[in-house]
């Protein structure tokens, strides 16, 4: 089976600019999530979704931040304009369902705001 | 809100020590309770978790037990490998609202030889 895939790895952007991330969830997955997380910190939950459907964006920072998934499957999370604060790695991960069961994680994407 | 704290590392051991590392919670009604692991260069994945209160997770040779009177799921090895070398996070499921996976800051463990 296979797993989260997240592109691109890396990214270098200067402050103010806008950047995108790409998430592909495993097969099936109804739950999406995106996380953030910055060194030396654990992960902070920007976004959940349910299928195609927002369940918690409480902590996204919505004048900058903004994320879809389409048709309930692929998901793309932009910043627009991005800030030296927002360095960190944003993780996609996706669950067969809502509640306690395991979530799949990819790579991550590391994102460098000089 | 709910929240999970952890010690704080770098926890550095030398090679068949015993590991162990503190997870405390906080949270309304009956969360569900997970360790996840970070290997060098790769993504998070499971390690072990648990439902309910008094329930064991193990795996790989990593026990924890849910105690729902001390808040707490506390991982623990008996002998560590170098290959154990890694970041390890407590994290909740709440059952709050939607319910959501939170994350403890995490814990960096570094065995030697």
């Known amino acids: 089976e296979a797993g989260v895939a997240q592109s691109p790895r890396y990214k270098i952007i200067e402050k103010r600019q806008s950047v995108a991330f790409w998430c592909n969830p495993i097969?099936?997955?109804?739950?999406l999530y995106w996380y953030q997380q910055i060194l030396g910190q654990g992960p902070k939950l920007l976004i959940q979704f349910q299928n195609n459907g927002v369940v918690d964006d409480s902590q996204l920072p919505k004048d900058r931040f903004s994320a879809e998934r389409l048709k309930g499957v692929d998901s793309t999370l932009k910043i627009q304009p991005a800030k030296l604060e927002d360095s960190a790695v944003y993780l996609c991960?996706?669950?067969?369902?809502?509640?306690?069961?395991?979530?799949?994680f990819g790579q991550g994407t590391r994102l460098t705001v000089v | 809100g709910n929240s999970v704290t952890q010690m704080e590392g770098p926890v550095t051991l030398s090679e068949e020590a015993f590991l162990t590392i503190n997870c405390t919670y906080t949270?309304?009604?009956?969360?569900?309770l997970f360790w996840y692991v970070q290997y060098p260069g790769e993504g998070l994945q499971l390690l072990l978790k648990?439902?309910?209160?008094?329930d064991k997770g193990s795996n790989k040779g990593f026990e924890a037990t849910y105690r729902k009177e001390t808040t707490s799921f506390h991982l623990e090895k008996g002998s560590v490998q170098v290959s154990d070398s890694a970041v390890y996070f407590c994290?909740?499921?709440?059952?709050?609202?939607?319910?959501?996976?939170?994350f403890g800051a995490g814990t960096q463990v570094v065995v030697t030889p």
């Open positions: 949270a309304t009604g009956y969360p569900s």
């Open positions: 991960a996706s669950s067969p369902d809502r509640g306690p069961t395991e979530a799949f």
């Open positions: 648990a439902t309910k209160a008094d």
């Open positions: 994290a909740l499921w709440g059952t709050d609202s939607w319910g959501k996976l939170q």
């Open positions: 097969s099936g997955h109804a739950t």
